[in-house]
């Protein structure tokens, strides 16, 4: 018995040693208590790491606060991996464009899915439009990495995730009753909302913002929630905060896009 309080004893004193030695030089004391097999960290583990204090440049143009902070996030923690990046919000139904650096290179109203949600319908992506519901015609929010691609018609799209067939393209003609140009050029976002979940922007966007940002390399797409907060979805952090928050490094892996899309453009 007298053993064994010994060596507790002794295991204190270590303890309060590594405590003491950590405190002295600002580090943070480490657990000395190691973790059980069910207790132990998975293999993806967020790193904490110091604030670069870069920030998104976005000129004289107006964005609201998730977008500049989601941007500056982007920047600081270099989430976009050195590829140029684009965030949509939903909200107010807008699309930026950004190279590499976190400068923006153009913004523009867009036309998103008609119904709202942060989630796309299961197995849409193989569906005919005609078997797809009001309620399912959403624009998912999440991490995506997107590349230039040409439709059945030949037509140049931005790719941004096959397996539901969501993809970002000049705005198409649609039905008379949806009115796509009408709505895109309106004064407010209210009626944005149209489409089957792609989203549609304007030609000339398209033609000088979008295409030249992607053209000959990958990108990172970013489309902001509308029912979570973009921290749940993206593991952002405030960079303007001094509590540091852990940042989550995610791999930028290739799309695997056909050569031919077969999907239809919504």
């Given at each position: ?134 309620h399912e015609r959403t624009t998912p929010a999440g991490r995506f990495v997107a590349s230039l691609d040409r439709n059945l018609q030949g ?112």
């Amino acid at each position: 018995m007298l053993a064994v309080q010994v060596r507790g004893l002794l295991a204190l004193v270590a303890i309060m040693a590594l405590q003491t030695a950590a405190a002295a030089s600002g580090a943070r004391p480490a657990n000395p208590v190691l973790p059980s097999a069910s207790e132990a960290p998975s293999a993806a583990i967020s790193l904490a790491k110091p604030s670069t204090g870069k920030r998104a440049d976005f000129g004289q143009q107006a964005v609201s606060g998730e977008v500049a902070g989601l941007a500056s996030w982007i920047v600081d923690s270099a989430d976009n991996q050195g590829m140029p990046f684009m965030v949509v919000d939903k909200v107010n139904a807008q699309v930026l464009v950004f190279d590499t650096d976190g400068r923006l290179k153009g913004a523009a109203p867009a036309l998103l899915g008609l119904a709202r949600g942060d989630d796309s319908t299961p197995g849409i992506g193989e569906r005919k439009l005609s078997s797809i519901q009001p309620h399912e015609r959403t624009t998912p929010a999440g991490r995506f990495v997107a590349s230039l691609d040409r439709n059945l018609q030949g037509a140049e799209i931005l790719w941004i995730d096959y397996a539901t067939a969501l993809s970002l393209h000049r705005v198409v003609k649609g039905t008379p009753r949806e009115q796509r140009a009408r709505r895109l050029a309106s004064a407010t976002p209210a009626d944005n909302r149209v489409s089957f979940g792609c989203i549609n922007v304007p030609v000339s966007f398209y033609d000088q913002v979008v295409s030249p940002a992607f053209t000959g390399t990958n990108g990172i797409v970013y489309i902001l929630p509308e029912t979570r907060t973009a921290q749940d979805v993206f593991g952002s952090y405030d960079v303007g905060d001094a509590a540091r928050r852990p940042v989550a490094v995610t791999p930028a892996a290739i799309p695997k896009v056909p050569l031919q899309v077969q999907q239809p453009v919504r």
